[in-house]
């Protein structure tokens, strides 16, 4: 193999007698004998590249495989890279983490109005069951039970000896009914 990469001297082709003058033209039969031995030269260069081929056929089909796997390994990265580059230029990052933001802050605010709720509803279960056991207090005939009760449930619910006040209660079902109209 190492014939392939030696320099070709045309003047080793040429027979001796036409080597006294390298100024003088070549005649038809020097060139055509010339022609004839490069042919030969390249016929055995090309023995030489077909036989090196033949014996090293297994590491070319290496070498060739794992130049296949490269390229399909390119292949992919540059389709990886084309799917996040048009995530990222179809919807920023910055967008998703504002909206996400966005929801938590309004479900914190519902969660917020929930437990208030809650509280509410838990006052009024309280003062029901309260004002059921000033009920059966009455129905017991303990009377001052059902009065200290009673007591508790007017200053519970603001119910005084004015007529002007009206009960916290009503005030409460008065402000939801008119924020439902409000919405």
């Known amino acids: 193999m190492e014939s392939l990469f030696d320099a070709i001297n045309i003047h080793d082709l040429l027979s001796a007698q036409d080597l006294s003058d390298r100024n003088s033209p070549l005649s038809a039969p020097d060139l055509r004998l010339l022609i004839d031995r490069v042919e030969s030269h390249s016929l055995q260069i090309r023995s030489q590249v077909q036989s090196y081929l033949a014996s090293h056929h297994d590491d070319f089909a290496s070498l060739f495989s794992l130049c296949n796997d490269a390229v399909l390994q390119t292949v992919k ?52 069951q309260r004002l ?52």
């Open 77 to 128: 990265v540059s389709d990886d890279l084309t799917g996040v580059l048009r995530l990222v230029s179809e919807r920023p990052a910055d967008v998703e983490v504002r909206e996400v933001v966005d929801e938590m802050k309004s479900k914190s605010e519902e969660l917020k109005v929930k437990r208030e709720l809650l509280g509410l509803v838990g006052t009024i279960v309280s003062l029901n």
């Open 132 to 183: 059921e056991s000033v009920k059966e207090a009455l129905k017991n005939g303990k009377f001052q039970f059902a009065a200290e009760g009673l007591k508790e449930l007017k200053v519970a619910l603001r119910i005084g000896d004015e007529d002007d006040r009206e009960p916290l209660v009503y005030g409460l079902l008065r402000n939801e009914w008119s924020q439902c109209f409000e919405e």
